[in-house]
């Protein structure tokens, strides 16, 4: 199945407004008072289609993306703008750590309450990074919670750290551990390198969305961190998404963590 590109994704979110909701679509998108503003005319007696087109023109791919998600919020169209997301990380279904992982801390428990418990043990640490954290989530339109547990999850917060570089492979780097297939930029610990990680994990997010279109948004979530660890070839099956991952727990034990930071880590 070929990858749906963001202008298509744009396109079929617009086409799913009723008249109504388009109309104050573009009634609302004319009132936008930021810079690159689109001119009534550009717009006047425009379908969907030709909106999205003027839309990608104007703000590119990524910026129509952003200014569509404010636009639909703005209108109340919240499911819609749901649709051009990457879905709610507290909706998602998680079994949390494995026994396996649990260890890391010799807890005596594994599943959600484990990865709660390693997520508090990390968030002193984690306090650190918070300020580029959620200016990079913000940039990216996406949970500063999700990349919050990511480095939880791979570098305990850079405590797993010797000198950037992972302490059992020498091959992944910085924070969110980027391997070096990727071609990692900046230091290991700077905004840089949280950028790059994170488009790595929207890539892999939509890479999954396009492979099973048929799983819900929170679904797709899961895969696409499953996808950021073992790599999009390695996801056959919701029911086993995990199958591939380190201990067999990545997505599981990282949308728990994800949840504890929602909620207690103020991210």
């Known amino acids: 199945m070929p990858a749906k590109t963001l202008k298509e994704a744009l396109t079929n979110t617009l086409e799913d407004l009723s008249d109504h909701n388009l109309e104050k679509f573009r009634y ?3 009132d936008r008072r930021e810079e690159r503003r689109i001119r009534n005319r550009a717009l006047e007696g425009r379908n969907y289609l030709e909106i999205a087109a003027v839309m990608v023109s104007t703000f590119t791919e990524k910026g129509a993306i952003k200014v569509a998600l404010e636009v639909l919020e703005n209108i109340g169209c919240n499911a819609e703008a749901e649709s051009l997301g990457y879905g709610d990380i507290m909706e998602v279904k998680t079994s949390g750590a494995s026994a396996q992982t ?3 801390d010799k807890l005596k428990y594994e599943g959600v309450e484990a990865s709660h418990a390693m997520a508090e043990t990390d968030l002193r640490e984690m306090e ?3 300020t580029i954290i959620k200016k990079v989530a913000c940039e990216k339109e996406i949970a500063a919670a ?5 480095i939880s999850r791979s570098c305990r917060a ?3 750290l010797k000198e950037g570089r992972g302490r059992y492979n020498e091959q992944c780097f910085g924070l969110m551990q980027i391997h070096e297939v990727h071609e990692p930029k900046g230091s290991w610990n700077s905004e840089e390198h949280l950028s790059q990680g994170t488009d ?10 396009n492979a099973f279109p048929e799983w819900t948004k929170e679904q797709q979530l899961k895969g696409g961190i499953a996808a950021y660890s073992a790599g999009e070839d390695n996801i056959k099956c919701y029911e086993a998404v995990d199958a591939s991952t380190p201990c067999g727990d990545y997505s599981n034990d990282v949308v728990a963590r994800a949840q504890w930071y929602k909620i207690h880590g103020g991210f």
């Open 158 to 160: 850079g405590r797993a």
């Open 146 to 150: 999700l990349i919050a547990a990511i």
């Open 200 to 209: 790595i994990l929207i890539y892999f997010i939509t890479r999954i969305k």
């Open 28 to 30: 609302k998108l004319l």
């Open 102 to 104: 649990a260890q890391q």
């Open 128 to 130: 650190k990074y918070k």
